[in-house]
């Protein structure tokens, strides 16, 4: 339900035929990854969006590769780094710098319940497009802002990606090899988790006020940022130095639960996690690796004294599981409740049973692939669940999304022809 005029404008919404924000429509100005998953986050959950890129190049994201999807002729197509955030959407084409694409944008806005941009501070107060400005003509309209740094703050106009955030927030500093270990020192997480983390938190506060709206009539400036989202999300970590006023240290592949928990090889070299996550856990793992007298061994009896003698244990641990191979070990600890699982690489993880139970790889049909592999979406609902969209390409949808704002074929011819759109 648009927030200007209580109802969905033009035709039904791109999502409309499920999915709880069915009713939502998201202005995406964003580009890259963090914002446009927050995004395709909202469109998965049923919202119409509808992104805007600019004219000719489109998202710099459909760049950022390899890999990509070739296109049908063989050329290059998306970048998956493109594709991982953008199912679900429309494309239009604008100008922004132009008079006439502001004004074509101000016009979407209107008719938004959400606008989403990741612009450096202050770009968008240029064209106009600011959060005051807009909201100015759409006091209902939630208007989040996705940065590095922020909208406050000395580094405020400071430009940054993922890899600057994990570095500046402490996680590198609590990831890769213990000191004293070979290749020790700060390792960076592969994935963006800086701006999936933004992602997800801007996500979250939409629907936050969204549901506000509901009371109040009135819209909100969401402010998100990366170096924020990066330290949040270490949630335990952080929170361990401001209780002990001690930077946690690197533990390389240890787990953060009850001890034992780490990666160990079995006698077929194959890597596996396991976790006992209390007493009466780690008894079972040691019925399990035949030496029950471990788990009564004073060194050993309680978590507490596992984690002080970690080094001895893990030695022991070392020993018995190379006597039986990964399968064998998966198979006996599953049924003995002790928490493990294999070390995956992407293709283990996409062929786990219980991964395509969970419908986390699914196919959707693309101009360029008639059965686009995409991931699924974590968020599963017993109903209703959301249509889905293939990611657009660049300015797909222009023309159908322009005839909804009322012009004219010869107004959308003028437009494309000066460069407009």
């Known amino acids: 339900m648009t927030a200007a005029s209580g109802q969905a404008c033009g035709s039904a919404p791109a999502n409309a035929a499920g999915g709880p924000l069915h009713d939502v429509r998201v202005l995406d100005l964003s580009r890259i990854l963090a914002a446009p998953f927050t995004g395709q986050i909202l469109a998965d959950l049923g919202a119409e969006v509808i992104k805007v890129e600019k004219p000719g190049v489109g998202d710099e994201g459909r760049l950022m590769g390899p890999p990509f999807q070739p296109r049908p002729d063989g050329s290059r197509g998306d970048s998956a780094l493109y594709l991982s955030a953008n199912r679900g959407k429309r494309s239009i084409t604008v100008n922004i710098a132009s ?3 502001q004004a074509l944008i101000r016009k979407l806005a209107l008719q938004s319940d959400v606008l989403i941009e990741n612009y450096k501070v202050g770009d968008l107060a240029r064209y106009g497009l600011d959060h005051a400005a807009l909201c100015a003509i759409n006091p209902a309209l939630i208007y989040c802002s996705i940065t590095g740094f922020g909208q406050t703050g000395p580094a405020r106009h400071r430009p940054g990606y993922d890899a600057i955030f994990q570095g500046m927030s402490g996680v590198m500093s609590v990831t890769g090899p213990a000191d004293g270990q070979p290749g020790a020192g700060p390792v960076k997480i592969g994935p963006s988790l800086a701006d999936i983390n933004a992602g997800l938190f801007a996500a979250v506060a939409i629907c936050a ?30 929170q361990s130095y401001l209780t002990s006023g001690e930077p946690p240290i690197r533990r390389g592949n240890e787990g953060n639960g009850g001890m034992p928990s780490g990666m160990y090889t079995a006698g077929d070299g194959k890597p596996f996690m396991i976790t006992a996550g209390n007493d009466k856990q780690f008894a079972k793992l040691c019925e399990a690796l035949g030496i029950p007298a471990l788990a009564t061994d004073p060194r050993f009896a309680q978590n507490a004294g ?22 064998e070990w998966l198979a006996i600890l599953d049924a003995c409740d002790v928490p493990v699982g294999p070390v995956n690489d992407y293709a283990e993880a996409f062929a786990e049973p219980q991964v395509a139970e969970r419908a986390m790889q699914f196919a959707l049909p693309h101009p360029h692939n008639p059965a686009m592999p995409m991931v699924g979406s974590p968020i599963k609902f017993g109903r209703d669940p959301a249509s889905m969209r293939p990611p657009p390409l660049v300015g797909q949808h222009s023309a159908e999304i322009l005839h909804e704002l009322g012009l004219t074929d010869k107004e959308i011819a003028r437009l494309q022809a000066s460069g407009v759109v």
């Open 209 to 238: 006020a969204l549901r506000e709206r509901e009371r109040t009539g009135l819209g909100r400036h969401v402010d998100i940022a990366l170096l924020d989202s990066m330290l949040a999300a270490t949630t335990h970590y952080a």
């Open 306 to 327: 596992r984690a002080e003698n970690r080094g001895p244990l893990r030695a022991l641990l070392e020993a018995q599981f190379q006597t039986r191979s990964r399968p």
């Open 99 to 101: 008079a006439e694409g």
